[in-house]
């Protein structure tokens, strides 16, 4: 390979890596369409609250000490809760990026936004001119993202305390699983909120809302998988930042280890460069290789060898 | 071919630990099957109830009896099926919980809560049935 250039990323590989993601998200939002039609059938389904993870992290204090769980939550949360648990142990945010039908709907309004603004000059002109008087918004994005860890300390803490779910009532995914009651709740309006927010800012809620993406990025620290970048292959190009949904600074890490990085793979999918961005995996617990020291490789040579 | 700029490092990115690259294939289809594993390992093992109208081990119907425990009352039984199990009367229910003497006993406790009908709620139920014991 020519020092200062790099092999190009095939573009068919990345369009069949975006494919597959939304075929799988598409799959899932099938599957809760289905869960919310056939609740809405019968009175016996099994309601759709009862596929939610983080119903099985408010009940997890209440059923240790208690043996029960609390209100409208199944052993199916607890069991689904300890499957996002070990996901995240394993793949980071594979769930958030990949599974959670609230990410879905969310990416998709941004997308529909983005596709509809930018085939009307006026209006993409619009978007870049905001965009360029926003400068105070990095500063407070990075201050709301704090808010995700707040909501979830409160929801558990609440759950915990009360034997209730705090949360439930403004919980856009319970009002999502609700909508075929046609019944306008707290939760609702936060769920309009959360799509409303998303024609401006990529996921929102997952940002700043979100308890289960809280939760889950703190377990998936430990996480052997992320994607890493070879400097010596980027292009300093920062379609990689744009590309991110969480607004990481991805080409700023040598490992994208941030807490918010959901797993998408979106900045792979997007960098041009074939070996820039790839998805690694490294156990902390093995030590880095040494690099060997100049006295010691001449005493490992035995005497004579190089006359 | 793409040519990086001047100002980037031509040397490979050393990460903290040695790393080896996944597969995309065997991140997605990997994580797929575990999820997929542990759910259909929790159900085999009776574990995984989706709904409390039914055991989860044995598929059967959860009705109260004379010998069920507070941890055994859900919302969506009514008042009838809960005055049926319980040594506790309707006078002494709907007294306790402020709900109106005309609410008719087949409603279910769930509902009450929603329609703000009375003070009832599940949790406080329990923990009466439980002084009451």
């Known amino acids: 390979m020519a020092v200062g250039f790099v092999p190009r990323r095939s573009r068919s590989w990345s369009r069949r890596l975006i494919l597959s993601r939304h075929l799988v998200q598409a799959a899932v939002v099938g599957w809760v369409a289905w869960?919310?039609?056939?609740?809405?059938?019968?009175?016996?389904?099994?309601?759709?609250?009862?596929?939610?993870?983080?119903?099985?992290?408010?009940?997890?204090?209440?059923?240790?000490?208690?043996?029960?769980?609390?209100?409208?939550?199944?052993?199916?949360?607890?069991?689904?809760?300890?499957?996002?648990?070990?996901?995240?142990?394993?793949?980071?945010?594979?769930?958030?990026?990949?599974?959670?039908?609230?990410?879905?709907?969310?990416?998709?309004?941004?997308?529909?936004?983005?596709?509809?603004?930018?085939?009307?000059?006026?209006?993409?002109?619009?978007?870049?001119?905001?965009?360029?008087?926003?400068?105070?918004?990095?500063?407070?994005?990075?201050?709301?993202?704090?808010?995700?860890?707040?909501?979830?300390?409160?929801?558990?803490?609440?759950?915990?305390?009360?034997?209730?779910?705090?949360?439930?009532?403004?919980?856009?995914?319970?009002?999502?699983l609700s909508v075929a009651d046609f019944e306008i709740s707290t939760g609702v309006v936060v769920l309009s909120a959360v799509l409303l927010l998303s024609a401006l800012v990529d996921r929102p809620f997952c940002r700043y809302a979100c308890p289960l993406g809280a939760a889950q990025s703190l377990v998936g620290r430990f996480s052997p998988v992320a994607v890493q970048r070879d400097s010596a292959a980027c292009l300093g190009c920062e379609i990689c930042n744009a590309a991110c949904p969480m607004g990481i600074a991805v080409n700023a890490c040598t490992r994208v280890s941030d807490a918010a990085c959901i797993g998408c793979l979106q900045c792979v999918a997007a960098c041009p460069s074939r070996d820039a961005l790839t998805l690694s995996f490294s156990l902390p617990t093995r030590a880095k290789p040494q690099p060997i020291q100049a006295a010691t490789a001449a005493a490992a040579i035995p005497e004579g060898a190089l006359s | 071919m793409l040519r990086i700029p001047r100002s980037a490092s031509p040397v490979r990115t050393q990460a903290a630990h040695p790393s080896r690259r996944l597969p995309v294939l065997v991140y997605v289809g990997g994580s797929l099957l575990l999820a997929a594993g542990l759910i259909v390992g929790a159900q085999a093992v009776g574990w995984y109830g989706t709904t409390g109208k039914l055991d989860a081990g044995t598929g059967e119907r959860v009705e109260l009896t004379a010998a069920s425990t507070s941890a055994d009352i859900k919302g969506w039984m009514t008042i009838q099926q809960f005055l049926d199990a319980f040594p506790v009367t309707k006078q002494e229910l709907f007294t306790r919980f402020a709900i109106p003497a005309g609410t008719a006993t087949s409603q279910t406790l769930g509902s009450l809560k929603e329609n703000g009908v009375g003070t009832l709620d599940i949790p406080s139920l329990r923990a009466w049935v439980d002084t009451l014991a």
């Open chain 1, 35 to 176: 869960l919310i039609g056939s609740k809405a059938a019968s009175a016996d389904a099994a309601s759709p609250e009862a596929f939610c993870p983080f119903g099985g992290f408010e009940t997890a204090w209440t059923w240790v000490t208690t043996g029960r769980t609390v209100s409208h939550v199944h052993t199916s949360n607890l069991v689904l809760a300890a499957v996002i648990t070990v996901l995240a142990l394993a793949a980071r945010g594979f769930f958030c990026g990949w599974v959670c039908p609230l990410g879905t709907l969310q990416e998709a309004v941004t997308a529909g936004v983005r596709m509809v603004t930018g085939r009307i000059p006026g209006a993409r002109r619009s978007v870049r001119r905001i965009r360029a008087r926003a400068a105070w918004w990095p500063a407070l994005d990075r201050v709301l993202r704090f808010g995700r860890y707040a909501v979830l300390v409160w929801a558990l803490a609440g759950a915990a305390f009360t034997g209730a779910m705090v949360f439930r009532a403004y919980d856009p995914w319970r009002a999502l």
